[in-house]
Each structure stands twice: as C-alpha cells, then as structure tokens.
C-alpha cells in the first residue's frame, strides 16, 4: 500500500515546506516513486500558462516532477474564491471531488506521497474543506510540525488537536522545528514529558536556521520591485544580514558582517565607490553580497563609472528612505524558490542529518483496521 503522510502545522512559518522538501529527498532514497499534492493551494502562481499553487510548483520543479502537476494542485484559491463558495457561485462538492479524484490519481503512481496542508489546521473552514477535513478525507495520518519551544508549542498543540479529533483525523507525530541547538535535547524531553497522554510520537525536526528565513538578492529585487544591476549569477546568494552604511566609510568597512546587503544613500559617494572596489577583492567578497541605494540625489556620474565596473550587485530606489528599507528587508520572512539551489543543497544536508526518515517511515506505515 501507499505510504502516505499529511503535513500540518500550528501555524504559518513553521516550516511546512522545508519538511515537505525533505520527506521527498530521504523517500527518494528508499521508495521509486514519490509523489506531492497540496489539496487547497492559497498561492497562485503561473506555469507554462496554468495557474498552480507555488509550493506545488516549487516540488515538481525541484524534484522533476512536471508531468504529474495537473494533479498536484487540484484546487487553487483567489482572492474572490471564499465569496464565491458562500454565494454559491463554487459548490464545495465540486472541490472536494477535484481533490479525491487529483489524489486517487496520483496514488495509483506512486509508493510515497506527502500531503501538505495550507496554513494552521482551520485554514479552508470557509471551503468546508479545513487541513484536518481533508486528512480525514484523504485517509491521511498527519505529521504536525510546530515550532521549539515548550509551553505555547503544548498550548498551540493542545488547541489545534481538537480540530482533527473532531474531524476523525489521526495524528501520529509532532516534528519539534526550529529548535535552538544547545537546548535541543532538553526542548524535546519536556516536550515528550508534556504529551505523554497523547497518542502521537514527538520527533526532533531541524534545528533553527535563519539561513532559511534569509532572503536572496532575487527575492530582494522581487519584494522591492527593482530591478537588479551588475552581477547577475550571484541573484541567488543568501543574504545574513542587513546593514545600514550610516557611519563614515572606514567604521563602515569595519563593521562589515558575512554575505552583507548594504543600504547605502545616493549621496555617499566615497562610500559607494569604496565599497565597489573591495567587491572585487576576492577577501571581501563574502561579506559584501551588494548594495541597495536609496535618495533623491542623482549618483554622480564617475561613482556610477565605478559602480558599473566593478560589477557589484546594486538596487537603486528612489521611493523608499533607509528605514522603509531596513524594516521591509528585516521583516520579510523569504520563502523558498526552486532557484534558490544553495537553500536547497542545505534543505537537502539538514534532512540527512536531523531527521530520522525511518523512524518516520514506520510511523506512518498503513495500519489494517482492528477486526
């Protein structure tokens, strides 16, 4: 029978995807044939001129998985999508049978197959078709995945957990993420202490990396809607953090952090060229990721010479100040591309250390009905 495994969450965030993206690269290793379906997709994006949801997308592009995409996203949510179902304009069964007959299609191609749910557990009420409905719809045990601390994620548990018992969907395992390294043991023996009446297993999940939250310079270029100068095949390098070239020019080039974006006003002229020039040195090269440059004031004509030649990655704005930056750029939580292949090789190297796949795999083994 199909091996099959439902991903919820408590919340947005919690990294839905990146365990998605890692259940498929370890099943990879034992099963032939894996398959991905995201049954309510609330992020519509274009493919080859068919609207899909992104995260389905993102796993057939990265796991060549394109012929079988009709069926990955069976539904895809609009903005106009909840009031056309509550004026009657979208009749529910017509969703539900869209996503039993997507998913009893894929099942008969494959050995292994993620469900990823969409949001907390409740998202898709409005549809009649929440992620613990659809579970239960699909046959599926579930996998919550939450985050790492201990008494919000045992609240959040406990709170969540009545939507799929009132569903009738089974939960066997809760995946601890995003937990701090050295508290890593300790986070999941309260954790197991605390659910121990329940009947699902809790299971160590990644340990917290921000490197996964950190946005790319295309991800920057798209969130600001500029487009990106100079070196273009550094588009997909992650940026660690986000400075702000207020101080002079030599307490600047001081400060500098690892794989850096620099917010850098069009009036800093020795700035912006000294900054260019140490692009090119091959030692600052891992600090300095490129520039975003604010300002009204024209950049004058030999920095922008300078800029030009040294093929630094700039972003030039004339509609934002340097605190609209930093706050937007700070506040973005990037989510994952199938273009952001050194994310990916992480994704890939995490999974193969952190997460146990064949305690997992008999976890969520199909389980005969007691006679």
Known sequence: MTRKIFIAATGQNSGKTTTSVSLLHL????YERVGFIKPIGPKPAMLRGATLDKDAILIAQVFGLQK???IMSPVVVYPDTTRKVIDGEIAV???RERILHAYAELEQRCDFIVIEGSGHPGVGS???LSNARIARMLDAPVLMVTGGGVGNVVDTVSMNLALFEKEGAEVRALL???LIPEKRQSILDYLRRALADEPFSVIGGFDYQPVLANPTLRRVSRLL???LNGNRRDMGRIIHNVQIGAASTQRVT?????SSLLIVTSSRDELLVTLANLYQMPEYRSLIVGLVIPGVIPISTITQRILEQSNIPYLRTHSHTTAELHRILTEDVSKITAEDTEKLDLIRSLAERSLDFETLDALFAPRHPVT
């Open 27 to 30: 099943a990879r290793k034992k």
């Open 68 to 70: 079988d995409l009709r």
């Open 93 to 95: 069964a017509e969703l």
């Open 126 to 128: 409005v549809l009649k």
């Open 176 to 178: 601890a993420n995003k």
């Open 225 to 227: 809607e500029l487009p």
């Open 254 to 258: 001081e400060l500098l952090k690892a």
